[in-house]
């Protein structure tokens, strides 16, 4: 059985905030703003695989009015997802992600942002996928007040079901 999952997240960016993204640290003034670690890649993945289950979103398994997330490592939000999921039966089979962000340029960074995703996730480094654009200028994006992060997830599960 096959399960397609898709989630966008968004968050502003501030000066003297650290900049988190797919658990790697971005070396830039400006981070984003968050109730965790604000990292919208994470973000993004764990909620598009929740959205593949059917489980509604985020917000609702991590509610960012619980002291206990206040500044949580989204890398243990990704764990916590993943192993739900597997305990259901199911792997990802692939994973792809849009960052939209003007700066920094991400290009220095994406194949740590793979290999720590793949790591949480238990799948081959070829099967996740970060690409970024940016939005040359315009709006929230382009004016570096914002990051958009985008994630498309594919589930299989092997389990046999009865009718």
């Known amino acids: 059985m096959l399960r397609i999952g898709f989630s966008k997240?968004?968050?502003p960016l501030a000066e003297g905030r650290p900049f988190i993204l797919g658990g790697i640290k971005?070396?830039?003034?400006?981070?984003?703003?968050?109730?965790s670690d604000a990292d919208c890649l994470l973000h993004a993945i764990a909620e598009s695989i929740l959205g593949a289950m059917a489980l509604g979103d985020l917000g609702k398994f991590f509610p960012d009015t619980d002291p206990k997330y206040k500044n949580y490592?989204?890398?243990?939000?990704?764990?916590?997802?993943?192993?739900?999921?597997e305990s259901k039966g199911y792997v990802v089979k692939n994973l792809d992600c849009m960052v939209s962000l003007e700066k920094p340029?991400?290009?220095?960074?994406v194949d740590e942002m793979r290999k720590h995703i793949a790591g949480i996730l238990n799948i081959d480094i070829g099967e996740v996928s970060v690409k970024a654009t940016t939005f040359e200028g315009l709006g929230i994006v382009g004016e570096e007040k914002a990051i958009i992060c985008e994630a498309?997830?594919?589930l299989e599960s092997d389990a046999i079901i009865m009718l």
């Open 152 to 154: 498309i997830v594919m």
């Open 73 to 85: 490592d989204s890398s243990l939000i990704l764990q916590e997802v993943y192993n739900y999921i």
């Open 26 to 35: 971005l070396d830039h003034p400006k981070g984003p703003v968050g109730h």
């Open 9 to 11: 997240d968004i968050h």
């Open 105 to 109: 340029k991400l290009r220095p960074y």
